[in-house]
């Protein structure tokens, strides 16, 4: 494809459940980013991936929020035990190859945690 | 740490009006600025960028000039039109350790009457 994507578009779920959250990246691209944005703020930063290896996992909001990326492609973002305050929009964006590249987005999951 | 501010919206013109849209920054160093735009129904995408004091991103007719006495990056337009109806975010990334994520505003959204 020409562009980051990102499944599901919704997701709805119940409080308590897990979620996945899927970023398919640019071909080519090894830098991927997870960033979230809840609803009237900006977006916030989550984590980074250089290749499969997350430098900085410090944006990550607490140890129920994971992610991996394998192939140099894919990622997921896990999501255990969710809580309301866990409904946002959750983009991914992915960037050619070093961190000063552009950073393109994709479309972004909707959460709502009910 | 860093951030950035932006003008509260929504902002709401009529077609060939002159558009700006205030932001502010605070951030150690020479950090890199950002304009991304976001369509209805769209993902977010760079508009313009300025990587050094006094430069001019420039794109779609729109401007922005990085001003690093004043820290400040406003979007300026001198006629807009319907299509540019949209969420405007103005972002920086650190020149820092942490320069691999962005920091974001919180949007402004913009709607241009006929």
């Known amino acids: 494809g020409a562009g980051v994507s990102q499944s599901p578009s919704n997701k709805v779920t119940e409080k308590g459940k897990d979620v996945e959250l899927r970023c398919d990246p640019i071909?080519?691209?090894?830098?991927l980013y997870w960033y979230r944005q809840r609803l009237g703020q900006g977006l916030e930063f989550l984590i980074y991936?250089?290749?499969?290896?997350?430098?900085?996992k410090s944006g990550l909001p607490s140890d129920r929020f994971s992610a991996e990326r394998t192939g140099e492609s894919v990622s997921t973002l896990t999501i255990q035990r969710t809580q309301q305050e866990d409904s946002a929009v959750y983009l991914c964006?992915?960037?050619?190859?070093?961190?000063?590249?552009?950073?393109?987005f994709g479309p972004g999951t909707r959460l709502t945690v009910l | 740490g860093n951030s950035v501010t932006q003008m509260e919206g929504p902002v709401t013109l009529s077609e060939e009006a002159f558009l700006t849209i205030n932001c502010t920054y605070t951030?150690?160093?020479?950090?890199?600025l950002f304009w991304y735009v976001q369509y209805p129904g769209e993902g977010l995408q760079l508009l313009l960028k300025?990587?050094?004091?006094?430069d001019k991103g420039s794109n779609k007719g729109f401007e922005a000039t990085y001003r690093k006495e004043t820290t400040s990056f406003h979007l300026e337009k001198g006629s807009v039109q319907v299509s540019d109806s949209a969420v405007y975010f103005c972002?920086?990334?650190?020149?820092?350790?942490?320069?691999?994520?962005?920091?974001f505003g919180k949007g402004t959204l913009l709607t241009v009457n006929p």
């Open positions: 964006a992915s960037s050619l190859r070093t961190i000063t590249d552009t950073q393109y």
């Open positions: 071909s080519g691209h090894t830098a």
């Open positions: 991936f250089q290749g499969n290896s997350a430098p900085d």
């Open positions: 951030a150690t160093g020479y950090p890199s």
């Open positions: 300025a990587t050094k004091a006094d």
């Open positions: 972002a920086l990334r650190g020149s820092g350790g942490s320069n691999y994520k962005l920091t």
